[in-house]
């Protein structure tokens, strides 16, 4: 086994290494200079451009297409153009698209009664896609449905809401009477929080708390899309085969800086054809866009050979290794920070593509945030009592001293990932990895389309596996309190997104400061969640791995390239020639 493994190191090595220097070059020749750009709607413009099929490829679907439960970046950044909350982000590229402005609300309100009282009214004349009006029955039960259903953010987004908490213990029969109050002839709905929360406009931006008819069932919708207010309708889903989006005839635009008109006549999502088989078929032309990471192996062929069609874009971004904190070895610290010290970031970085388009992590806060990780525990030399300023290697020798102090060593350990080309290559280097610390350890790649879901479901005794995240809006709160919050534990539930099921009362206590004391600058803010991510990291629930950059290739037709920080590539203002 040890000349087995070595050989694979080797192996690895030399490819990284080639792969690394396909990187350097793909990054110096193929970035896309994003410049800050605003919807063009114009009679003109849309005369020209309107029309044609904008074709999506991915090797999986992303599960279910109820826009309240699902949290796959591949199904979230396509309902931007289908489903509308009260409050949405600015459609620009650049810094101002992070910019909450109102969506089906006519303004955004000023916070009253100290932060605790928001009213909304609601844009008069709109239509679901079904022909029924939007009225503010709809947006009540919409918000108690993102609890009754078990939605993945229903208590690190919308726990402040006045009897939230009873929501959160007792879903089935939620009400929020005293969170949420309607008038109907006014077109208002003000809501009661029972704590401020300075995010609250931000978080209504997010797709789970798009507005869905009232009589929307309140289960998952599963493979039945719920009727929409934006551009674009689902028509038909086949999530083995296609998903299929034609124009909604009832949409108009209200405000193109919050949803414009779409120039695509149809969107269609097809699934099951392999990332590496997808980058060719995108090359050629046969697709417009790649949903999955580009593998680390085509880069180099992107960089030389198709670099008009490919796009570099910065986006808060990380690959990480969630370690279950409640199940052996990983319920012992000396395991986890073991995991730490081995994980060689450099050799993520190479397997990503190269350090062009991604740098190491040592903490929970990619450097794209105003507030970054600035310290790291878990380099040569270093320890959570004498931090380096950054990643320099790994310490094995370290490692494998606290795997025989935890107590652990031996055990067995098994990492589940996504079947990716990615995933796959970065789990492989991960299982040796393990194994040379002194786990007996196996890795289990899953299906993309299935494996967050089961990361996250307690049921499946998952000890340690690889992810990456995107933040849902620019705060730390995204990749804190998200992935490491008491209320985003959720056993036995594949809506669970603290996969490591930590929870720590003093760090949750830090985390609700920087996020509901509105007495805080914004420099104070910053430091609660610096030392909150320090806090988490001497924990060490989560080994962070690699900060990314998004890479993406699309079809010579496809012009106007135009991508958000938040949404991405936004599909509505694409241009098909």
Not at 145 to 168: E, H, K, M, Q, W
Not at 358 to 367: E, K
Request: aromatic share 10%.
């Amino acid at each position: 086994m040890r000349a087995f493994r070595t050989l694979m190191h080797r192996g690895v090595h030399r490819s990284c290494s080639a792969v690394l220097l396909a990187g350097l070059t793909t990054a110096a020749s193929m970035v896309t200079a994003i410049a800050q750009t605003a919807v063009d709607q114009t009679p003109e413009t849309l005369a020209a451009h309107r029309g044609g099929t904008l074709r999506l490829v991915a090797a999986a679907s992303g599960g279910t297409l109820d826009p309240q439960i699902n949290y796959t970046s591949k199904y979230i950044n396509l309902y931007a153009v289908v489903y509308d909350g009260l409050t949405t982000f600015r459609k620009v590229t650049g810094p101002r698209g992070n910019d909450v402005v109102p969506d089906l609300a006519e303004t955004l309100p000023a916070p009253q009664d100290g932060g605790l009282t928001y009213v909304f009214t609601l844009r008069p004349n709109i239509r679901f896609s079904n022909g029924q009006p939007l009225t503010t029955a709809d947006v009540a039960a919409s918000f108690r449905r993102i609890f009754r259903v078990g939605s993945p953010t229903a208590g690190s987004f919308y726990s402040a809401i006045a009897g939230a908490d009873a929501c959160l213990r007792s879903p089935a029969t939620c009400t929020l009477k005293d969170g949420i109050t309607e008038d109907p002839a006014h077109r208002t709905v003000t809501f009661h929080l029972a704590r401020p929360d300075t995010e609250f406009l931000q978080k209504l931006a997010f797709t789970h708390a798009v507005i869905l008819p009232a009589e929307t069932p309140d289960h998952d919708l599963g493979n039945v899309a719920a009727p929409s207010t934006g551009p674009y309708r689902i028509t038909t889903y086949d999530p083995n085969k296609f998903l299929h989006l034609d124009r909604n005839p009832y949409f108009r635009v209200w405000d193109a800086q919050a949803q414009p008109e779409g120039y695509p006549d149809r969107i269609e999502y097809s699934f099951g054809i392999p990332d590496e088989a997808a980058v060719t078929a995108v090359e050629n032309g046969q697709y417009d866009w790649l949903a999955d990471t580009v593998p680390m192996d085509r880069l180099g062929e992107l960089g030389s050979r198709f670099t008009a069609q490919t796009h570099v874009a910065p986006h808060p971004a990380m690959y990480f290794i969630p370690m279950n904190v409640n199940l052996p070895p990983f319920n012992q610290l000396k395991a986890r920070q073991a995991v730490n010290y081995a994980l060689n970031r450099k050799a993520m970085v190479i397997l990503y593509g190269g350090p062009g388009i991604a740098r190491p992590l040592c903490g929970m806060l990619p450097s794209s945030f105003p507030v970054a990780s600035d310290q790291c525990f878990y380099t040569r030399g270093a320890s959570p009592a004498a931090p380096a300023a950054q990643w320099s290697a790994p310490d094995l020798e370290k490692a494998r001293a606290l795997v025989r102090e935890s107590g652990t060593a031996g055990q067995h350990v098994t990492l589940v990932t996504a079947n990716t080309s990615i995933d796959y290559a970065m789990g492989t280097w991960l299982r040796d990895m393990l194994q040379n610390i002194g786990y007996q350890a196996t890795l289990r790649p899953l299906s993309s389309s299935m494996a967050f879901n089961y990361m996250q479901n307690s049921g499946n005794h998952v000890q340690i596996a690889l992810k990456d995240w995107s933040a849902d809006y620019p705060s730390p709160s995204n990749f804190l309190d998200d992935l490491l919050g008491c209320e985003n534990f959720h056993p036995n539930s594949d809506s669970s997104i603290n996969i490591p099921g930590f929870c720590d009362k003093r760090i949750q206590a830090l985390m609700d400061r920087a996020k509901t004391d509105v007495s805080l600058t914004q420099h104070q803010t910053d430091e609660l969640w610096r030392e909150v991510d320090h806090l988490v990291m001497e924990q060490a629930p989560i080994a962070p791995a690699i900060e990314k950059d998004d890479v993406i290739i699309t079809s010579p037709r496809l012009k106007n390239f135009f991508y958000t920080q938040v949404n991405k590539l936004f599909f509505s203002q694409v241009w098909l020639q």
